[in-house]
């Protein structure tokens, strides 16, 4: 494993259609340090014109669903499941596969004669979103892609001792809990 998964994506890369929304956590304020308030990423891949051979592989999944969560650092606490879904159309019908991880969840949608695929990464660890979806796009050799990574639980509090001190310095500075961690910064 030649990547960092303690990354995420920047910001509002416009032209890749990766965009990445949310507040700026605190999590994002002091890197890999002290990390306080902000549950997760959370990447949700939309992936267009993909090889349909391989959006049919039941096994090709599976494997997909049991590899990925090492290499993106995360650690699978149940086998993956993947199953056959016939839609009330016939062209809607594909694979969908899920499996759970320590950290939340990994989902693969898969919608074979339309050459479409959804993929939702969801983890309160961060982890290598460009990874991730540069993995997929080679997976099932996507032709267009959109992403969109999402700041989940912006105020959850990862540590509660931490975030009771945050959250005490904001109030009396009368400030929102991001920029209360600011200090903890110029502490490491």
Known sequence: M??????TSKPYQNGSGVFRRGLKTA?????EHAVCIGFGPHLMLDGYGAERKKLED???IYRALDEL???IGM???MPPYVFRYSGV???DWGLSGFVLIAESHISIHTFPEKRFLSVDIFSCKNFDTDFAQQYVRKLFNVGKFESI????????????????????????AATSPVEACKPLEEKL
């Open 89 to 91: 159309k016939p062209e």
């Open 27 to 31: 999590e994002a304020i002091i890197g």
């Open 149 to 172: 990574v999402l700041d989940r639980g912006t105020e959850f509090p990862k540590d509660i001792r931490a975030t009771a001190d945050i959250i005490r310095r904001a109030r009396k």
């Open 58 to 60: 039941l096994n090709l």
């Open 69 to 71: 969560p090492s290499e």
């Open 2 to 7: 030649n990547h960092k998964y303690g990354q």
């Open 75 to 77: 650690t699978k606490i």
